[in-house]
């Protein structure tokens, strides 16, 4: 049914991802086509390239220009605190619960800039646990994690993250955690002690701990159904028995192969409990 | 012959956008669709961010159809599915949905011409577009990449719209199989 021209560039696509994974390993192939072909749209403006093939050519050849391609290859849009009512189930009904544990480990897969998992440091410091937590903060983009772990945004972001931040239950003022630096505010490195920054790929890696809770928001929405089976068959083999998993708004378990695995438990903020088999 | 499109049997789906003046008529285009229509219809509306997505709950009860809010990777079935506040709603294949997050198209998200432009590459001759007013020209690519595609297009005639910019620009840009008044769009939507 589909018309010449997009097959062709479909074809391309194809091609072009089987080339990146075989030169650098990183798996595009299992993202869901439907934006996979709005991103490659955007590398071939940005470099000026007339068909995926010949940005093919390119990155194969330049990789340097992989590197600044993979900032278009992936979405890396985030806010602190995004989602208010999400944050604060976390600390009303979530982090009770880790609290009855002596140590928690939290998993933010995907954590693109740091927002999410500088807000999960803030909540665990404000409920009296980051000390007992460690949080292990991945992503597959080397330029987010590096902007993640330097915990820096620009000033006018602020005012909507310390917005988000009340409505999310916050108990102080959010510029009790950063001080003002040149045209931005860093935030403050006590909260960063308990943070491990990691490259991990939820399409290649396999688990590396055991973690009480698993934080995953709009990174299964680029994966298809298959990819997406494979993330959350990783989220499951990592949670303790109980562990909890949350998603992003509009990301369900429910057309998975994994959805038996897991119960609702706070289901207007997609927070799931994995079941005991 | 795309003057007399038979909704029911030559189209895999229906994608409509619009913007200002949008919910009033789409609330007059939806409250038209007979119960058992087969076609899925996808649409997406731009709405001001601070505004929760009641949308999908004031249409409904005027609809015959379910009317929902998107969720990644729904099937693509019978009834109403709108564009969640702050994605992008994509066409992933035949029988499914997807979002995506990524930067606004001329200042919204979710945004017409993503729509459009993903349900024409997976249903190319098979799917009608409908643009409706706006001030924006959003929507104006999509319907470029549906009409490539061999998909057929209806526009809201400009001067019957609210806000004529968007119809306007549309058709500018890349033309239309039909420009129609909201009522000859009624109309076609109750013979389906
Ligand atoms: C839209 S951001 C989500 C940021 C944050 N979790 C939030 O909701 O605000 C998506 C992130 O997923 C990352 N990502 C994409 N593919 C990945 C993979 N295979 N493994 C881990 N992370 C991935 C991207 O690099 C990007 O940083």
Redesign the pocket.
């Known amino acids: 049914m589909k018309d010449q021209e997009v097959e062709l560039f479909d074809m391309e696509v194809r091609l072009l991802i089987e080339a990146v994974y075989l030169r650098y390993h990183y ?2 192939r299992n ?1 869901a086509v439907s934006s996979l072909r709005r991103r490659m749209r955007h590398a071939m403006m940005r470099f000026g390239c007339e068909r995926p093939s010949d940005l093919q050519h390119r990155l194969l050849h330049e990789p340097d220009v992989f590197a600044q391609a ?1 900032q278009y290859f ?6 602190m605190f ?1 989602d208010p009512g999400y944050f604060l189930a976390l600390r009303q009904q979530v982090l009770p619960v880790l609290g009855t544990y002596p140590s928690i480990k939290l998993w ?6 740091g ?2 998992v500088w807000s999960l440091a803030i909540l665990l410091a404000e409920e009296g646990l980051l000390e007992r937590s460690l949080i292990y903060a ?4 080397p330029e ?1 994690l590096k902007l993640a772990e330097a915990g820096a945004f620009a000033l006018d972001r602020i005012a909507g993250f310390s917005r988000n931040y009340v409505a999310a239950g916050g108990k102080r003022s959010l510029s009790d955690y950063y001080t003002g630096a040149y045209q931005g505010v860093v935030f403050d490195r006590g909260l960063k002690k308990r943070i491990v920054f990691a490259d ?6 396999s688990v590396f701990s055991e973690v009480n809770l698993v ?5 299964l ?3 298809n159904r298959g ?1 997406q089976d494979r ?1 959350v068959g990783l989220f499951r083999d990592a949670l303790v028995p109980r562990g909890f998993l949350g998603l ?1 708004s509009k990301e369900s378990l429910q057309f998975g192969m994994h959805a038996h695995d897991f119960e609702l438990c706070v289901p207007a903020q997609r927070l799931y409990r994995k079941v005991v088999a | 012959m795309n003057g007399h499109l038979d909704l029911r049997h030559d189209v895999d789906a229906i994608v409509i956008g619009g913007s200002a003046g949008g919910v009033q008529a789409l609330h007059a285009l939806l409250a038209q669709l007979p119960a058992d229509f087969p076609v899925p219809v996808l649409v997406v509306l731009h709405l001001p961010r601070d505004r929760p997505s009641q949308i999908a709950d004031l249409l409904a009860t005027h609809c015959a159809l379910p009317v929902r809010e998107a969720i990644d990777k729904m099937p693509l079935e019978q009834g109403v599915v709108f564009a969640p506040p702050d994605y992008h709603l994509l066409v992933e294949d035949e029988s499914s949905l997807a979002l995506s ?2 930067e606004p198209v001329l200042f919204s998200r979710p945004a017409i011409d993503p729509l459009f432009v993903s349900a024409a590459a997976v249903f190319s001759r098979r799917l009608l577009a409908i643009l409706l007013t706006g001030a924006s020209a959003d929507g104006s690519e999509g319907v470029a990449a549906v009409r490539r595609a061999g998909g057929t297009v209806w526009i809201q005639q400009p001067d019957d719209a609210v806000a004529s910019f968007m119809p306007a620009a549309a058709l500018a840009h890349a033309g239309a199989e039909a420009v129609l008044t909201l009522k000859d769009l009624c109309e076609r939507m109750a013979a389906a």
């Open positions: 798996d595009f993202y993979l992936t979405v890396q849009v985030s806010e995004r933010v897969a995907g954590c693109s800039t927002e999410e991945t992503d597959i983009n987010s991990h790929s939820l399409a290649t890696d934080s995953c928001r709009n990174v929405i680029y994966f990819l993330a992003g | 997050m990524d």
